[in-house]
């Protein structure tokens, strides 16, 4: 079986802010180059066997994605795909938000992302959030990576800060995005220390140098199975994702330097990441009428605000991850 554990789930026009926008525009990608987000989502995702699909709530850096319409796009497909809420730390009611979407929107985990968030991955309001997870058996998949978005400081995205969560919430199961990069050396040393920590190998393969390199250290260092299989969309699909994966060693030539071994790769792909997480099948859990009654309230009060989307330019489309 596949899992996708790393999707993304959002509408553009409706859902970033300005400062966001600037962002993209900087880094030369245009939103409306994506599509029907919501078809294309549905669609792409049927590579793999089960999708985490979550979207961002993150004031400081324009990413305002509303958790009812995520859960609705999880209901569009709940035999398959399975639905992560995004906390805000640094807004107010943080317990209030993870009550609503636990209980009431049925989240089975959450998406943090403290270099999007603004606020340090130790801050007490995070503490909360990682009890609350860890008392409830929700796995979080939290983003320390690098990022295009601006103007939060980049030391809240380091991997090492995770190990002294990893410590202090030892039950609780964490994801860390995109194998950390560009520090995936901290990355590694996280997840073999900590048996509940993991990384996925989300929007990667597009760097080939720098993706051969990081899975030679995570191999020399024995840390292989402490990763999971991740895609990014929209950035990328997972369908591109499995190729690029599988032709990893394509960037070696006849260079001599040592291949990742297939199995390891195909360990990968096929890694049990539910089991792991402790998420259940979702074709094996209840219909979530709930979920899509919010969901769907959510989306009808957001297309009566729909502004005029975006033109679609010719900019050039660039990897943002």
């Known amino acids: 079986m596949i899992v996708d554990v790393h999707t993304h789930f959002f509408r553009p026009e409706l859902d970033f802010g300005s400062r966001l926008m600037?962002?993209?525009?900087?880094?030369?990608?245009?939103?409306?180059?994506?599509?029907?987000?919501?078809?294309?989502?549905?669609?792409?995702?049927?590579?793999?066997?089960?999708a985490i699909v979550f979207g961002l709530q993150a004031a400081a850096t324009g990413w305002n994605i509303p958790n009812e319409a995520v859960a609705a796009q999880v209901q569009s497909a709940p035999e398959r795909?399975?639905?992560?809420?995004?906390?805000?730390?640094?807004?107010?009611?943080?317990?209030?938000?993870?009550?609503?979407?636990?209980?009431?929107?049925?989240?089975?985990?959450?998406?943090?992302?403290?270099?999007?968030?603004?606020?340090?991955?130790?801050?007490?309001?995070?503490?909360?959030?990682?009890?609350?997870?860890?008392?409830?058996?929700?796995?979080?998949?939290?983003?320390?990576?690098?990022?295009f978005s601006s103007g939060t400081p980049l030391e809240y995205a380091r991997p090492a800060q995770i190990d002294q969560v990893a410590i202090d919430?030892?039950?609780?199961?964490?994801?860390?995005?995109?194998?950390?990069?560009?520090w995936e050396g901290e990355t590694i040393a996280v997840i073999r220390r900590n048996p509940n920590v993991y990384a996925d190998l989300s929007a990667l393969y597009y760097r080939p140098w720098q993706f051969y390199n990081s899975m030679r250290l995570?191999?020399?260092?024995?840390?292989?199975?402490?990763?999971?299989?991740?895609?990014?969309?929209?950035?990328?699909?997972?369908?591109?994702?499995?190729?690029?994966?599988?032709n990893l060693n394509a960037v070696l030539g006849a260079s001599g330097l040592p291949p990742i071994a297939p199995q390891t790769i195909e360990d990968i792909i096929h890694r049990d990441a539910l089991g792991l997480l402790g998420l259940p099948h979702p074709a094996k859990t209840e219909p979530l009428t709930g979920a899509a009654t919010h969901g769907k309230e959510a989306e009808a009060r957001a297309q009566a605000e729909r502004p005029d989307p975006p033109r679609a330019d010719s900019l050039p489309q660039e990897r943002t991850s």
């Open 22 to 50: 600037a962002d993209l525009a900087r880094c030369g990608v245009n939103p409306a180059a994506w599509g029907d987000l919501r078809a294309r989502h549905l669609a792409t995702t049927k590579a793999a066997d089960v």
């Open 81 to 147: 795909l399975i639905f992560f809420a995004s906390i805000d730390p640094a807004r107010p009611g943080i317990e209030e938000e993870l009550e609503h979407n636990h209980q009431e929107l049925h989240c089975h985990g959450v998406k943090l992302a403290p270099i999007y968030q603004g606020v340090h991955p130790l801050d007490p309001r995070y503490r909360r959030i990682y009890a609350y997870c860890q008392q409830h058996k929700l796995p979080i998949l939290i983003h320390m990576a690098t990022t």
């Open 169 to 182: 919430f030892p039950d609780l199961k964490i994801i860390m995005a995109h194998l950390g990069h560009p």
């Open 218 to 246: 995570l191999v020399e260092y024995h840390a292989e199975s402490k990763v999971l299989f991740g895609s990014d969309f929209p950035f990328t699909t997972t369908e591109d994702s499995l190729k690029g994966l599988r």
